[in-house]
């Protein structure tokens, strides 16, 4: 057993705190919030020139051949660090879905813009009854004349509004079992009859509905297989789920430390509160779940990348580290106080993410569902 | 025992349902985006709208601005339970219901202030024509506020005061600072310190904005530099400020916005009826039921400590752990209440009220962020468990 980084992924962790706190202070994070964009073009080459956007995809794909756990190091810093931008879904929701099942063409065309950081994507899969079922995929594309002709509304899609291609998972045969019928299409987002509206989030996420309106895209589109969509899908929100877990890491773990150090510094009553039992046992809590969600995180991300069965610990993983970052961010908004709850301090940017994290991919109640039903019950 | 109102007290809860019903905006649970017990969205301190200033005057002429005042100072002579029904019905309604002029300065200069001060002060007051912010926390006095800094020296008739205040709510909307100072620095903490009405306008005030994360303008930081007061301000004695202020938190106690907890919990209810997901109804949701099952049993709770309180004070007695332990459970009811309205709302709770396809005005996102001031405003949870610990069971403080 090693339940340790690697040296390189230590390395990758430090290179990626020290390029993120340079290259991303939270006063570009802020700016970046209050953008329509999200995202900084000068920051995203940059982080590109890292090697970042290819760093799970294979060299001949103009990527550096690492795996899975080697993104979840990265993705755990920029949760620290609350990067904002399209990188997840860019290279977790797209990226890794054109490169695990895309048709070599695909692969040849896509991946290496995506590693120069020349394209962005987004994946849209949910509706407007925001679930992650099959049976509410009613996005619908019909064949005519060799091409297919998408009709339907995506709400909750991230970073659809600065992405160049975005996969559409659209529902061509109606079907007993609603995971069948399903295919994901690669919809050029300046395509006649793509609509996108960037919708206003807690988490200032970039969250769009995208309405597709007779929107023609051809055969060759198709990622994957016709009709045979759900598995892919099911596979993305699987690895998106533990890449969000690690993000959920790296954000706790960022309000643990301003925290801490808080309450090492501000004194009340003649001494620093973090010498009061009560913030104690706060901090002592907070670190507790920091350090569960930390390793539960790193057993599924480990378990994915190894290509094991993983849906009972995935499930778990999101459900404690979600639950776990929303516990965490609020108990240091108790222990910051007033000056926590004005808009110049950082912590509010932590508990913001800590619900969006919460609600994508399925909150807890979602995944205990998953949980129950994995122990047969 | 007996928990059934009195008559005059159910014609009471009439009268006041009916005035606000006629007085209200009708489009005022709109506007108002106020959160159960958070700080952070009081409407009316973003701008004093003239509905907002209206509303004042008609509370006024009514006797209702002022209505925890006795007869004689222009006050609606109520019982505390009576007080308390004004108060439930009020916040329900959302409607704004006094602030620190009416609900402290009065009460304190009537039990402490001079009859100068009595005379110059509770007819204003009572007609609604002042507005007081409350200037006791500074940067280093939060929830250790007799460690204020903030200096008074004695001048003449005047007395001098440098230093800063912070969390100045309504600030920038008020007349006067309801303000406590440093005026004996060699004294113990709780024995150097003064009450004074200190007025905005005075040379030397200047008053910064601080916007909380909600967005909201609400919060200030007062900066006093040789601000020239007069002795006559200075509320009952020198350097009895403290015992002032300690007794001042009882006129609050019943100032607990214990109706908007079932107004929005409604509302949050009605949400999960009305939405559909795969024809079925949110509310349909076994674990969606038991979430606001567990809501509903708290509010139910809540509502209990708030009629125990005010039947203590008909009774005579003092609630001293009841008052926290209404603060207490109300403001961690305002989180748990957030978080539940945010389940039942799944992905469309993190819309703010202005984006496409947002529900129930964004109340409930907006929420989400102020609940976080209600556990910290007005004596932390920490600060209150400890009155309860310490006063109401007498455990040893050290």
């Given at each position: 057993m090693d339940l340790g980084l690697s040296e390189e992924q230590e390395m990758l962790k430090t290179l990626a705190r020290d390029f993120l706190q340079k290259e991303c202070p939270k006063r570009l994070v802020r700016q970046l919030d209050e953008s329509d964009e999200g995202y900084s073009a000068e920051l995203w080459q940059r982080m590109a020139r890292q090697g970042w956007m290819g760093l799970v995809f294979p060299e001949k794909y103009g990527g550096s051949d690492g795996n899975f756990l080697d993104l979840i190091v990265l993705l755990e810093e920029m949760g620290y660090n609350i990067l904002p931008g399209p990188f997840f879904s860019t290279v977790v929701l797209g990226g890794m879905t054109i490169l695990a099942t895309g048709s070599e063409e695909q692969k040849t065309e896509f991946l290496p813009k995506v590693a120069s950081g020349e394209m962005i994507l987004s994946l849209a899969l949910t509706e407007p009854n925001a679930s992650y079922e099959a049976a509410s995929v009613k996005t619908k594309a019909i064949?005519?004349?060799?091409?297919?002709?998408?009709?339907?509304?995506?709400?909750?899609?991230?970073?659809a509004n600065v992405a160049d291609y975005i996969l559409c998972v659209a529902r061509t045969k109606q079907a007993k079992?609603?995971?069948?019928?399903?295919?994901?299409?690669?919809?050029?987002?300046?395509?006649?009859?793509?609509?996108?509206t960037l919708l206003k989030t807690l988490a200032r996420d970039k969250q769009c509905e995208?309405?597709?309106?007779?929107v023609t895209v051809s055969e060759k589109s198709i990622v994957g297989e016709r009709d045979e969509g759900w598995p892919i899908v099911k596979d993305v929100l699987q690895k998106a789920t533990v890449a969000k877990c690690a993000e959920i890491v790296g954000g706790a773990q960022a309000a643990l430390d301003m925290a801490v150090n808080y309450a090492k510094e501000r004194v009340q009553f003649g001494r620093p509160i973090g010498s009061f039992q009560a913030i104690q046992h706060y901090c002592a809590n907070m670190a507790t779940d920091v350090s569960g969600s930390r390793f539960i995180t790193y057993k599924v991300a480990w378990k994915v990348s190894e290509g094991l069965p993983a849906a009972l610990?995935?499930?778990?993983?999101?459900?404690?580290?979600?639950?776990?970052?929303?516990?965490?961010t609020l108990l240091a908004h108790q222990i910051f106080g007033a000056i926590g709850f004005t808009m110049d301090h950082d912590i509010h940017l932590y508990y913001r993410q800590a619900k969006a994290a919460e609600i994508i991919f399925g909150d807890a109640d979602f995944q205990r569902a998953i949980i129950a039903r994995e122990l047969g019950l | 025992m007996d928990f059934t109102f009195s008559e005059r007290e159910e014609a009471f809860r009439k009268e006041v349902e009916d005035f606000i019903n006629n007085e209200l905006p009708a489009d005022w649970v709109e506007k108002n985006i106020y959160w159960p017990a958070g700080y952070g969205t009081l409407a009316q301190f973003e701008e004093l709208s003239p509905e907002v200033e209206q509303f004042t005057h008609r509370l006024a002429e009514k006797g209702w601005l002022n209505i925890s005042w006795p007869k004689e100072y222009g006050g609606a002579g109520l019982s505390y339970t009576e007080q308390a029904i004004f108060h439930e019905r009020m916040s329900y309604y959302r409607a704004p219901a006094g602030e620190v002029a009416t609900l402290i300065g009065g009460p304190t200069i009537m039990l402490f202030g001079s009859e100068e001060m009595k005379k110059e002060w509770l007819p204003k007051i009572a007609r609604g024509e002042?507005?007081?912010?409350?200037?006791?926390?500074?940067?280093?006095?939060?929830?250790?506020?007799?460690?204020?800094?903030?200096?008074?020296?004695?001048?003449?008739?005047?007395?001098?005061?440098?230093?800063?205040?912070?969390?100045?709510?309504?600030a920038h909307v008020s007349h006067y600072a309801?303000?406590?100072?440093?005026?004996?620095?060699?004294?113990p903490p709780h024995k150097g310190i003064s009450l004074v009405i200190v007025d905005n306008t005075s040379p030397g005030v200047t008053i910064r904005p601080l916007v909380n994360i909600c967005g909201f303008y609400s919060f200030n930081e007062v900066f006093f530099d040789n601000v020239r007061v007069p002795k006559k301000n200075v509320v009952g004695e020198m350097n009895k400020g403290w015992y002032y202020l300690m007794?001042?938190?009882?006129?609050?106690?019943?100032?607990?916005?214990?109706?908007?907890?079932?107004?929005t919990f409604e509302e949050i209810v009605q949400y999960a009826r009305e939405t559909k997901y795969n024809e079925q109804s949110v509310s349909q949701q076994l674990l969606i039921r038991n979430k606001l099952a567990n809501i509903a049993i708290q509010i139910e709770i809540?509502?209990?400590f708030f009629w125990q309180t005010a039947w203590m004070l008909d009774k005579g007695l003092v609630p001293n752990i009841e008052a926290s332990l209404l603060k207490l459970f109300t403001t961690e009811l305002s989180q748990k209440l957030a978080n539940t309205g945010m389940q039942v709302m799944g992905h469309y709770g993190q819309l703010e009220g202005t984006s496409k396809w947002s529900s129930l005005h964004g109340r409930v996102c907006l929420g989400y962020l102020d609940c976080i001031s209600a556990l910290v405003g007005a004596g932390t949870s920490e600060i209150q468990r400890n009155i309860i610990a310490m006063r109401g069971l007498g455990l040893p403080p050290k």
């Open positions: 064949a005519r004349n060799g091409e297919y002709v998408i009709n339907g509304t995506k709400l909750f899609v991230l970073n079992n609603p995971e069948n019928g399903i295919t994901i299409f690669l919809v050029d987002a300046k395509s006649p009859g793509v609509k996108c995208v309405v597709f309106d007779n610990d995935v499930a778990i993983a999101k459900a404690w580290a979600s639950e776990a970052y929303g516990r965490v | 002042v507005r007081f912010w409350l200037a006791y926390s500074e940067p280093n006095a939060g929830s250790d506020l007799s460690s204020i800094q903030t200096r008074a020296i004695e001048d003449g008739d005047d007395l001098i005061i440098s230093g800063q205040k912070i969390w100045g709510t309504a309801w303000m406590a100072v440093k005026t004996d620095p060699t004294a007794v001042a938190l009882d006129f609050e106690r019943l100032v607990i916005p214990i109706g908007s907890f079932r107004r809540a509502y209990m």
